[in-house]
């Protein structure tokens, strides 16, 4: 079946480190894939997503690119910030009549000043 | 700026008690979604629904239910809350005419504790 696995948390880096956080797919169909990011007490919101294969999502200084080849859409910032502390999903959403999204684990990331 | 609004933050129920949660959009989206959110397990798929009336059960739907009368919405109900059904507690929703732009738009989360 459809499915999502990224990378078990938690991230724990210093302040200004290089982030990946590792996400792969299945998926009978043609999906559009995203990252969501959970700050504490809140709910989901979008960070950013790719509806086609080789597209770059990108915001806030993190992107992660639709590989169709490896079924993968890893997210990476350059240098994470301590109030990039979140917990991070990748999801993909596919039509199957209405459209489901399904949800990885998440990753909870910890930056230290 | 659009909006999901999930009635309650913190609930705290008796086992055994009949709970209700309920999730209101104002984006006139025809898909919502119930998720529980537990540690370790990310976002598990409780029940959604593509239209007023209409309700599609998913991978955990034991010990709940659904009602969505009116399309802005989407109400989730414990039948007789039970300790195992402590959790968070997500609602979202997602335009049908958005195409491949599906992004799913979440309430603030309502933290459920039975006791």
């Known amino acids: 079946g459809d499915s999502v696995t990224q990378m078990e948390g938690p991230v724990t880096l210093s302040e200004e480190a290089f982030l990946t956080i590792n996400c792969t797919y299945t998926a009978t169909g043609y999906p559009s894939l995203f990252w969501y990011v959970q700050y504490p007490g809140e709910g989901l919101q979008l960070l950013l997503k790719a509806t086609k294969a080789d597209d770059k999502g990108s915001n806030k200084g993190f992107e992660a690119t639709y590989r169709k080849e490896t079924t993968s859409f890893h997210l990476e910032k350059g240098s994470v910030q301590v109030s990039d502390s979140a917990v991070y999903f990748c999801?993909?959403?596919?039509?199957?009549?209405?459209?489901?999204?399904?949800f990885g684990a998440g990753t909870r990331l910890f930056v230290k000043a | 700026d659009v909006k999901v609004t999930q009635s309650s933050r913190y609930l705290v129920k008796r086992t055994g008690e009949k709970v209700f949660l309920e999730c209101v959009q104002d984006?006139?989206?025809?898909?919502m979604f119930w998720y529980r959110q537990d540690p370790g397990l990310g976002l598990r798929l409780i029940y959604f629904?593509?239209?007023?009336?209409?309700?599609e059960k998913g991978d955990i739907p034991e010990g709940y239910s659904v009602s969505r009368e009116k399309k802005e919405r989407f109400s989730l109900i414990l039948e007789s809350a039970s300790t195992n059904q402590t959790s968070m507690y997500l609602c979202a929703s997602i335009s049908a005419s958005a195409g491949l732009n599906t992004e799913a738009f979440f309430g603030q989360g309502t933290r459920l504790t039975v006791v």
């Open positions: 629904s593509y239209d007023v009336k209409m309700k």
């Open positions: 984006m006139d989206h025809e898909n």
């Open positions: 999801a993909l959403s596919l039509n199957t009549g209405g459209f489901k999204t399904i």
